[in-house]
């Protein structure tokens, strides 16, 4: 198991962003959550296989992708902490 962050930067919030990664995240086997950032980012945390991550990824990147201007992925190892995927408030 492993464990990404992700900052997205570009037209992201007021989008539907998060809604969006929500869904993405439906029908793959990882946990986390995605919020706004006060910089006007999205920041990702998600957990799971790495095939589930990357294509998590490839999932938001395609459907987003008139809005994502830039996007870091910083790897790590899995804590097994995170709940079900959501939106964080």
């Not at 037209?11 to 439906?26: I, K, M, S, T």
């Not at 995605?34 to 980012?41: A, E, I, S, T």
């Not at 992925?73 to 899995?78: L, Y």
Request: proline share 2%; charged share 25%; aromatic share 8%.
């Amino acid at each position: 198991m492993e464990r990404i962050e992700v900052f997205y930067s570009g037209h992201v919030q007021g989008v539907g962003f998060r809604y969006n990664a929500c869904e993405q995240a439906d029908g793959l086997s990882v946990t986390g959550w995605v919020q706004n950032l006060p910089d006007r980012r999205v920041q990702m945390v998600a957990e799971g296989s790495i095939g589930d991550l990357k294509e998590l990824l490839r999932r938001i990147d395609q459907s987003m992708s008139g809005n994502i201007r830039d996007k870091t992925v910083d790897w790590q190892a899995a804590t097994g902490q995170l709940a079900p995927f959501q939106i964080k408030h």
